[in-house]
């Protein structure tokens, strides 16, 4: 945090005193951290992605209020906790994780990888929950076949017919498939 700190202050101090470049690449930086940051919390792509863009509107009309004395992300993440809360509110939602922790939102965890854990287990839900066990055991907890089939109470072959027609049924699924 410590890193991401520094490196987005600079550029939004830099931005304040009129440098396009860097408001440009610090709203491209910061999209990554809001994305992650909201889909943990709400689940939904789309939601997520109309509250980045509510976060970063509220952060363009506010930015003159910004002192450069302060921490950045501090700031930055009062307005995202705020336009989750609105939303939440919005959708008679209570939050389910606590909203007071900045350093949830420029965590050392990369964005990207969250959003890839997110789709992962968003398309395993598409399979039988037999089938869901198996690909989580094999592919992503890194068993074996033979720990999975301990585990499993199967078969190794059980378990490799049971991961391959899973993860076929998935690449069909997303359009990879015959």
Same mark, same amino acid.
């Given at each position: 945090m410590v890193e991401a700190e520094a490196e987005l202050k600079a550029l939004m101090v830099? *931005? @304040? $005193? %009129?440098? #396009?470049?860097?408001?440009?690449?610090? @709203?491209? $930086?910061l999209q990554g951290f809001l994305?992650?940051?909201?889909?943990?919390r709400i689940g939904r792509a789309a939601e997520a992605e109309d509250l980045l863009q509510e976060t970063l509107i509220a952060m363009h009309t506010r930015r003159q209020t910004y002192d450069p004395e302060r921490p950045f992300t501090a700031w @930055? !993440?009062?307005i995202a906790r705020y336009k989750l809360i609105d939303h939440f509110r919005r959708h008679n939602r209570r939050a389910e994780d606590p909203l007071d922790?900045? %350093?949830q939102l420029f965590g050392a965890q990369d964005a990207s990888a969250v959003e890839a854990q997110l789709d992962v287990e968003r398309?395993?839900?598409w399979l039988p929950e037999k089938t869901r066990a198996l690909i989580r055991s094999v592919k992503i907890d890194g @068993? *074996?076949?033979a720990e999975a089939a301990a585990r499993h109470g199967l078969s190794e072959s059980a378990v490799k017919v %049971?991961? !391959?027609? %899973?993860? $076929?049924?998935? #690449?069909q699924k997303v359009g990879d498939g015959p």
């Open positions: 830099r *931005s @304040l $005193k %009129g440098d #396009g470049a860097a408001y440009g690449e610090l @709203l491209r $930086k994305r992650a940051y909201y889909r943990r @930055l !993440h009062a922790d900045a %350093g398309m395993l839900r @068993l *074996s076949t %049971g991961v !391959h027609r %899973g993860l $076929k049924a998935l #690449g």
